[in-house]
């Protein structure tokens, strides 16, 4: 598996048209645009051959793609310090996966825990 590089990550999305991103219809082409309804203007961020990748395209805007690393970062440093509590023996038993992800506004489109 490619290793996935956040700092570039982070960068793109901090240079990208700001979110939040929506799905428009522009004369019957489905495009992504910024702004709620897309402006009507031909101002759009991508324009696809394949209506269903239009939603997943604005779901995918900057400052979802932030929100998500920030809490991916979070959660990591969460479990690195459960993991040094555990090792010196202060906490034997610690959060689930389930808590720390609930704690972290991560949802996997499941029950909510």
Known sequence: MTPIDLVEIVRLAKAATPGPWHACDDDGIPVVGPGKPCNGEGSFIA???EPADVP???AASPDVVLRLIAALRRLGNEIEA???LV????AMIGPSAVELIARHS???GGETP
């Open 47 to 49: 324009s696809c051959t």
């Open 56 to 58: 997943y395209i604005a």
């Open 82 to 84: 459960h993991n040094v």
């Open 87 to 90: 090792g010196s023996g202060k």
């Open 106 to 108: 991560i949802t996997d």
